[in-house]
């Protein structure tokens, strides 16, 4: 009897332990992945890169990127590590809250180090928010030729059809698919009066 009890002690035990060993493994596996890239774009299979930005904290954007009384029209600083079989980058910025309004269309770039003030003003257009609080992404494709295709995207305009628009940077000369390397995504918001 006394042989029983110390059996199912320990079977009970052991159940316990893995239980407890399941719970903090599938709770690290969540903090790891926060870190991971989350963007996707449909129809676009590529490997994601991380951008960063001295004009973005804390989520905010700075005031000198934006088309402001107190802004100065300046694009924002960013730099990437340069992607393995790219030639040439394209960086895009779209206010998603907007209708996927354009601010940023440099194509074709070589330098994976952009800094504040780079693009020109026929390149990019800063946030001007006419109202509340918008989303400012930045996309840049890390492309292994220019593409066949030429994009139907425009400068502060609003382009709904961005995402499918972009599906077209893909395409190599041929027409098969596979010119996009990989791309990277970060984003800000912006508040009008700031």
């Known amino acids: 009897m006394k042989l029983r009890r110390i059996i199912s002690t320990i079977i009970i035990t052991g159940i316990l332990l893995i239980a407890f060993c399941s719970c903090n493994s599938s709770g690290n596996e969540k903090s790891s992945s926060a870190t991971e890239p989350t963007v996707e774009i449909e129809g676009l299979e590529c490997d994601v890169f991380s951008i960063s930005s001295e004009n973005l904290k804390d989520g905010v954007w700075d005031t000198c990127i934006s088309n402001t009384k107190n802004g100065s029209n ?39 180090n952009l800094k ?14 006419p109202s509340g609080t918008h989303s400012y992404e930045i996309y840049v494709f890390a492309l292994k030729e220019k593409p066949s295709a030429k994009l139907n995207i425009f400068l502060n305009a609003r382009c709904a059809t961005f995402f499918k628009q972009v599906i077209a940077l893909d395409l190599l000369e041929d027409g098969s698919k596979g010119n996009v390397v990989a791309f990277g995504h970060i984003k800000g918001t912006y508040t009008y009066g700031d």
Not at 94 to 102: L, P
């Open 116 to 129: 504040l003030g780079w693009a020109s003003s026929t390149e990019y257009k800063g946030p001007c928010p």
């Open 74 to 112: 300046q694009s924002p600083q960013i730099s990437w590590e340069p992607v393995e079989d790219a030639k040439y980058y394209s960086v895009y910025m779209v206010d998603t809250s907007a209708g996927n309004w354009i601010h940023w269309k440099s194509e074709y770039l070589e330098e994976t």
